[in-house]
């Protein structure tokens, strides 16, 4: 059997003392007073005659006082449930954070950082006045060659594609653009600064064909900006020996790596060959 509260067995002990309660319910009132020293006062008080007014005025406190009870432990649970939530949240906030740490750890020391690279916080692209292009060469084979010079600390390069553009409105628009830029790795100790980078742009090849009159290559910098270094049209001062020998050799690598690719690709040499020959080739000099 329960523990009646003390509250019931308040009610209980008037008819217990005048022994008028039933069996049952006197079994309840003796074993709750077996433990509780509150109500063996209280069944005292009974015995000795104190005044019913005297008697209801603590059975008043006494309901309060369970009443407080409830109230706490109802607390104390809607608490731990509190709790409980917020240590989940905290818990995926931390988890969210530490990804995101390193995320931009592993963009800090040079790595391609996509979209959050574009956040000015984040944006560790060289500025394009800070990049100077001291070489602009047409190759005999008709490519583009370019050489830039960072003025401050850049260690990783990339470059894009000449590839048409699209719009969502209109689909694609004709025009063909290709990109290039510098950036910095500040976390990245071992990192060896950029002297001279130059890049080799086909404008032409066997799966594009020949690029029409609004090509455009550009310098593409910090908050996005960008600075055109060459458009279709333009003249552009044939490439010395030297430099030919150069892209000859950088095309040569490039090709000898596609070939290399195709060995644990779905892919044929000619396929690779022609995927090369549209690529936009990076080489640093030494």
């Given at each position: ?159 894009g594609n000449l590839q048409e553009v699209y719009d969502k409105k209109e689909g694609y628009t004709g025009v063909y653009e290709g990109f290039f830029g510098l950036e910095s790795a500040p976390l990245d100790f071992n990192a060896i600064p950029i002297k001279r980078v130059s890049y080799v742009y086909p404008l ?83």
């Amino acid at each position: 059997m329960s523990r009646i509260p003390c509250n019931v067995n308040k009610d209980l002990l008037p008819l217990y003392v005048d022994n008028v309660c039933s069996e049952e319910s006197k079994s309840m009132v003796e074993e709750h007073l077996a433990g509780c020293e509150e109500c063996q006062g209280y069944y005292d008080a009974l015995r000795e005659g104190i005044p019913e007014e005297k008697i209801a005025e603590e059975k008043e406190e006494l309901l309060s006082e369970e009443t407080m009870r409830e109230a706490e432990v109802s607390v104390i649970k809607g608490a731990k449930k509190e709790i409980s939530k917020n240590q989940g949240r905290k818990i995926a906030v931390v988890t969210a954070g530490f990804i995101f740490l390193i995320f931009v750890l592993e963009g800090l020391t040079g790595s391609y950082m996509g979209w959050l690279g574009k956040l000015p916080i984040f944006d560790l692209r060289a500025k394009v006045e800070d990049v100077h292009v001291t070489e602009l060469y047409q190759l005999k084979n008709g490519y583009l060659y370019i050489t830039v010079e960072p003025e401050k600390k850049c260690h990783t390069t990339y470059a894009g594609n000449l590839q048409e553009v699209y719009d969502k409105k209109e689909g694609y628009t004709g025009v063909y653009e290709g990109f290039f830029g510098l950036e910095s790795a500040p976390l990245d100790f071992n990192a060896i600064p950029i002297k001279r980078v130059s890049y080799v742009y086909p404008l032409s090849g066997k799966e594009t064909g020949e690029y029409r009159e609004n090509s455009a290559i550009y310098l593409e910098g910090k908050g996005g900006e960008k600075l055109e270094i060459w458009k279709k049209g333009q003249e552009v001062e044939p490439a010395p020996p030297e430099i030919e020998g150069k892209a000859k050799k950088a095309i040569d690598e490039e090709l000898k790596r596609a070939r290399e690719w195709t060995e644990n690709n779905e892919m044929t040499a000619e396929e690779a060959e022609e995927l090369s020959g549209d690529a936009c080739i990076i080489t640093e000099d030494e």
